[in-house]
């Protein structure tokens, strides 16, 4: 009998994102080691490793489940000469950048405040120098906004949504530790 599993967790953020991993754990884990597992992940994830999935939002929310031994891991979890679990070893995996989410389907964090109201000066600079009207704005302009015609240009209201998507106070960080007082 193997005393080894692998587990799939996942830890859903809702502003931030989710983080997914494959762990390679003790296979003997009680629920209240499972829900352990997503507290001590909670504050050992990095930030800047959550996703932003824009296709689905925050249906899946933090939880855990077994995989398959086939599964690749990224992180074995062991429990130490008390009992408790801690992480043992991980291995170094560049994890995908976070996308941009599409309009109306996420927050955007911008942590400095200087940059922030810099941004939402020029957005508001573009709407009023009527910009979000493609036949207002140069050529050069246009392949910006659009990524030369990969994407659609925000319209007024897009423009809108973006600038209150940007002006919400809240720190990432701040958020996380949040979160793992509630967990």
Request: proline share 3%; hydrophobic share 35%.
């Amino acid at each position: 009998m193997t005393n080894k599993s692998k587990l799939l967790v996942n830890l859903d953020c809702m502003f931030i994102g989710s983080h997914s991993e494959v762990v390679l754990v003790p296979a003997d884990l009680t629920p209240t080691d499972l829900r352990d597992i997503e507290t001590l992940r909670f504050g050992t994830v990095n930030v800047g490793d959550y996703v932003i999935d824009t296709q689905n939002g925050s249906q899946y929310n933090s939880h855990t489940e077994w995989v398959g031994d086939d599964e690749k891991h990224t992180l074995e979890i062991v429990r130490d000469t008390n009992g408790r679990l801690k992480i043992l070893k991980q291995e170094t995996v560049v994890s995908e950048p976070a996308m941009a989410p599409s309009a109306s389907d996420g927050l955007l964090f911008i942590q400095q405040d200087e940059d922030l109201h810099t941004i939402i000066a020029a957005l508001r600079y573009w709407q009023q120098m009527g910009m979000c009207d493609p036949f207002k704005r140069s050529d050069e302009m246009h392949s910006l906004c659009t990524n030369n015609d990969e994407l659609e240009s925000y319209c007024d209201d897009d423009v809108d949504d973006l600038v209150m998507r940007l002006n919400v106070e809240m720190n990432p960080k701040d958020f996380l530790e949040d979160i793992k007082a509630i967990v």
